[in-house]
């Protein structure tokens, strides 16, 4: 079993930044593929970003490209999620995912095995 809890949600003007942070526990950290992934009210949970077992790789929704960085520090067992430039289309609760596979679409929420109970996340314009 792995546990997640995220922190660092809040709310933030539009061009303001945020760093969220997801702990884990429960299973050795860099054999875990982490996500973010968030959901709006009335919407379907979509990919945001998602970072490799080492962290040398990285991939982004378009959405959010170039104000969103994914990273992890696998002493500390934790992946973040560093937000600039945030915009109101951003408010969401956001949730961090653990996988423990290798094969599949790694931006599904069906990859991923663990889910943190999420951290809500708003931008006001």
């Known amino acids: 079993q792995v546990q997640l809890v995220e922190s660092g949600g809040g709310l933030v003007q539009a061009g303001g930044s945020l760093r969220l942070s997801c702990a884990a526990s429960?299973?050795?950290?860099?054999?875990?593929?982490m996500g973010w992934f968030r959901q709006a009210p009335g919407k379907e949970r979509e990919f945001v970003a998602r970072?490799?077992?080492?962290?040398?790789?990285?991939r982004y929704a378009d959405s959010v490209k170039g104000r969103l960085t994914i990273s992890r520090d696998n002493a500390k067992n934790t992946v973040y999620l560093q937000m600039n430039s945030l915009k109101p289309e951003d408010t969401a609760v956001y949730y961090c995912?653990?996988?423990?596979?290798?094969?599949?679409?790694?931006?599904?929420?069906?990859?991923?095995?663990?889910w943190g109970q999420g951290t809500q996340v708003t931008v006001s314009s």
């Open positions: 995912a653990a996988g423990v596979g290798y094969y599949g679409d790694y931006e599904k929420p069906s990859f991923y095995d663990y």
């Open positions: 429960g299973r050795t950290f860099s054999s875990l593929a």
């Open positions: 970072i490799s077992w080492s962290g040398g790789f990285t």
